[in-house]
């Protein structure tokens, strides 16, 4: 079987559902985010050492996954991002949280886990997409929960990543 098909060729694609979209719609470009933080998600996992960590991202881009599928399905006949997704990402991240000191300052996305860093912004302009989806749509509202979670998650796994390293994280300096 060929990779490829040719079906896209014109600039629609198929949801899920088998009904043909334009690429350049709300739900394309929401669900091409989610994939977009994934692959980012998929990067920083494989600098890491940490275990732990990298069980975290293995999860957290299973649930990415996921999320794309659902987006990706308007009628909810597939996999759905659910309330106990966020709830799971929350224990997650009070986990890793336990380890750090409480923040008095923004920090600056940098050190061994720069690419966590990144996948954090990436994930924002994922949920902005979702965001402008659910004013289109509707219907999307675990994916908006879970990706809200999941950016904290990451920016703790960050802090997290440059503590077990002993980097000191540089604040703003405006």
């Known amino acids: 079987m060929k990779i ?10 198929d949801l899920r559902t088998g009904d043909r ?12 985010a989610v994939d977009e933080a994934n692959a ?13 960590v990298r069980d975290a991202l293995m999860e957290v881009q299973q649930l990415l996954f996921k999320a794309q599928a659902d987006l990706a399905d308007p009628d909810d006949e597939g996999p759905t991002v659910e309330e106990e997704d966020a709830d799971r990402l929350e224990d997650v991240c009070d986990d890793f949280d336990e380890e750090l000191e409480p923040l ?7 050190g061994p886990a720069a690419e966590l860093h990144r996948a954090r ?8 997409r979702c965001v402008k989806l ?6 999307v509202d675990e994916v908006l929960v879970a990706l809200n979670r999941l950016s904290d998650l990451l920016f703790v796994l960050a802090r997290v990543v440059n ?3 002993e980097y000191t994280e540089d604040s703003p300096s405006y």
Not at 104 to 110: G, K, R
């Open 163 to 165: 503590q077990r390293a």
């Open 4 to 13: 490829y098909t040719g079906r896209g060729d014109a600039g629609e694609t």
């Open 134 to 139: 659910q004013e289109v749509e509707g219907d």
């Open 40 to 52: 980012s998600v998929g990067v920083a996992r494989e600098g890491l050492e940490e275990d732990d």
């Open 21 to 32: 979209v334009s690429k350049s719609s709300e739900r394309i470009e929401a669900y091409g």
């Open 104 to 110: 008095d300052s923004f920090v600056l996305p940098s």
């Open 121 to 128: 912004s990436v994930t924002r302009r994922a949920e902005r």
